[in-house]
């Protein structure tokens, strides 16, 4: 099946700093969303993205699209406390046997 | 504003012992998920359904049934539970199955199966 590799696994920085993760699939998507997770909650969409080369912000967070339609990229920029959490990809080819496969997650914790 | 509630939040199981997750949604929402999240694995779909009485298998459904009685709950059971079904289970819910309509999710079950 599908794969989504996410990376960085973990990312540790400091508060003000811009963080940068990206999804690479080993097929092409339709759709690629964008969900983070606080700790001991479920994950909550952050941003849809709908066509190759697209480039969406909401607030802080900034996601591409990859011209390839095999990646996309997601930013923060000026991170703050409440950014910690997991970060998740995932995509969504919907021709056929729809299915909406998640990446790995990227876990971002801020240092003080 | 409840959206998407599971129950219990935390269980721990005896191999072979059997047990159900319990997820509701008061969205009136026709599609509804089960998840399970182990590290470094990203979520895999369990089982989902596309409307009352209906149901799914997903990426890995072995080791689980489900069970969509009434519109606004969807059951996770396991039969006879194994190590290897130490978890955390998300249920989640959407009004369409489609990327354009967002996925609610609950906030998990933590299961460890002893």
């Known amino acids: 099946g599908q794969q989504l590799n996410q990376s960085p696994q973990s990312m540790f920085i400091q508060e003000g700093e811009d963080v940068s993760m990206n999804c690479t699939s080993s097929?092409?998507?339709?759709?690629w969303l964008w969900y983070k997770q606080d700790p001991g909650e479920g994950p909550v969409l952050l941003i849809a993205l709908y066509k190759a080369g697209e480039l969406t912000s909401n607030g802080r967070l900034t996601a591409q699209f990859g011209i390839t339609r095999k990646d996309s990229f997601l930013n923060i920029s000026a991170s703050i406390p409440s950014d910690v959490g997991i970060y998740f990809c995932a995509g969504f080819f919907n021709f056929g046997n729809e299915k909406l496969t998640f990446g790995t997650g990227t876990r971002l914790t801020i240092i003080p | 504003n409840a959206g998407v509630t599971q129950t219990p939040k935390f269980r721990v199981l005896k191999t072979g012992q059997s047990m159900t997750l319990l997820c509701a949604q008061d969205?009136?929402?026709?599609?509804m998920y089960w998840y399970r999240q182990d590290p470094g694995m990203g979520l895999r779909l369990i089982h989902y359904s596309v409307g009352e009485g209906t149901t799914a298998k997903g990426e890995v459904p072995d080791g689980y049934n489900v069970s969509r009685l009434k519109k606004q709950n969807f059951l996770l059971g396991l039969e006879s539970a194994a190590p290897s079904q130490t978890s955390v289970y998300f249920c989640a819910s959407s009004s369409t199955f489609s990327t354009n309509e967002k996925l609610f999710f609950g906030s998990g079950t933590q299961l460890s199966v002893l």
């Open positions: 097929s092409i998507f339709n759709t």
């Open positions: 969205m009136n929402h026709e599609y």
